[in-house]
């Protein structure tokens, strides 16, 4: 019998969006979209922890293709769990009870730390994810990849977003992706500071427009864009206004996409700009079914356990997703950008 030849890999983006631990989800993702190998990855926009994950992701797949990318995200998440101290992400390290962190006092030590900033409680600037970045990635590999790659950060004095593309990449870079302001030194880049990119695109997806690069686009986003109940209690308001400030980037170009994306189908971009506008396909792994009953402050939590938990939660949302929508890759989008942005 003649040998079957193996079908072929279909060309994808990824839009990977921050949210601190919560990027261990986006790990579970790829972890199984990587172990199906049907996904041919030749872009990647992302920001803060989804910066972290592309370029752990990249840095894999240079060395050894989609199991060296497997092996590459398990080891970052495991030199995140290891960072001991304050975490990568800026809290204390997890291990204070429940009881204790509702206790009075523990609001209050937790105001007072609100009113002094990095530059007062951490003089040296010492920042445990560089120590992570620096052991997990590969920067020449990523910088000499054929995978584009673009990562969001916010110029703190310009108050505009800027986008590091494949050769500008650095450990600076990624720290400065994931550089929460109240809680560490702003990151500076050719003498410009730089705080989390989250704040101006989360992730940016404009450079995957422009660039040469595959027509769909598959969203891993780590905030719920709706929620069916009404925050009533303190920490649930913060929650959601959490989650609707750092979507409102991604929304605001969503609706751009959708906009362009009916004109073109009534056909009012047919003669004007043919060459700039295209048909994008999207895609999403929607987070809030397997992410919305977790709080705020568990985006803090490196503990492995809880890194673990959200690991198998993104494989399992990655298998559901690779059932329902993998055959519309090439073919159509799998969510309606127009019924919910426009």
């Not at 920490?235 to 994306?261: C, G, K, W, Y």
């Not at 402050?297 to 503990?303: G, N």
Request: charged share 25%; proline share 5%; aromatic share 8%.
């Amino acid at each position: 019998m003649p040998k079957t030849s193996a079908p072929k890999r279909r060309p994808i983006s990824l839009a990977l969006q921050g949210g601190g631990s919560h990027g261990a989800f986006q790990w579970g993702v790829l972890d199984r979209l990587l172990e199906d190998d049907r996904l041919d990855i030749r872009a990647v926009t992302a920001a803060s922890a989804g910066a972290m994950n592309a370029a752990a992701l990249i840095t894999g797949l240079a060395k050894g293709g989609a199991e060296g990318a497997r092996a590459q995200l398990d080891l970052l998440w495991r030199e995140v769990n290891q960072a001991g101290g304050r975490n990568v992400f800026g809290a204390s390290a997890g291990g204070a009870p429940s009881w204790l962190k509702e206790s009075a006092a523990w609001r209050a030590g937790e105001s007072l730390a609100l009113t002094m900033s990095p530059y007062q409680f951490n003089p040296f600037n010492l920042n445990p994810l560089k120590r992570v970045i620096e052991t997990v990635m590969d920067f020449e590999a990523v910088r000499a990849s054929d995978i584009a790659l673009f990562v969001s950060t916010t110029a703190v004095r310009q108050g505009r977003s800027r986008v590091f593309k494949t050769p500008e990449m650095t450990s600076d870079v990624l720290l400065a992706s994931g550089c929460l302001p109240h809680l560490f030194q702003a990151v500076e880049i050719e003498g410009e500071p730089y705080w989390d990119g989250g704040y101006l695109a989360n992730p940016a997806l404009w450079p995957l427009f422009y660039a040469d690069t595959p027509d769909d686009i598959l969203m891993l986003n780590l905030n719920p864009f709706a929620r069916d109940e009404m925050p009533r209690a303190a920490d649930e308001i913060a929650d959601r206004l959490n989650e609707i400030v750092f979507n409102a980037p991604l929304v605001a170009e969503l609706r751009a996409v959708a906009f362009v994306q009916e004109l073109i189908e009534a056909g009012t971009l047919k003669q004007v700009g043919k060459d700039r506008y295209r048909r994008l396909l999207m895609h999403a792994v929607e987070p809030g079914p397997w992410l919305g009953s977790l709080s705020l402050s568990s985006k803090f939590d490196t503990e492995w356990r809880f890194l673990n938990d959200l690991k198998a939660r993104g494989r399992q949302a990655g298998e559901q997703w690779l059932e329902s929508c993998f055959e519309a890759v090439g073919e159509r989008s799998s969510v309606d950008i127009k019924a919910r942005f426009l």
